[in-house]
């Protein structure tokens, strides 16, 4: 899957071109305060992640570490902030 980090700030072009539609925008005040993908409809095609202006998407073992936060969440706040 593909996932969405933290530099997310809702432009919301990936969830425009998923094939899949797969991108949900989540809700600002739930566990998922930016652009959420869902890990189980993802077919890793890519083409999300030029889209978004902040470049927050990634696949998910080309996240950078920083933005692996506890319990694997990845929309969270960088590690050690
Ligand atoms: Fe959708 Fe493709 Fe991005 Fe997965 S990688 S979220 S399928 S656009």
């Known amino acids: 899957t593909h996932v ?3 530099l997310c700030l809702r432009d919301g072009g990936c969830a425009t071109v998923c094939p899949v539609e797969c991108i949900v925008p989540g809700n600002p005040v739930d566990k998922y305060p930016w652009y959420y993908i869902d890990p189980d ?7 999300c992640v030029p889209e978004c202006p902040w470049a927050a998407i990634f696949p998910e073992d080309e996240v950078p570490s920083a933005y692996k936060a506890k319990g694997g969440e990845y929309l969270s706040q960088p590690v050690g902030t």
């Open 4 to 6: 969405i980090t933290s």
């Open 41 to 47: 409809t993802c077919i890793d095609c890519g083409a």
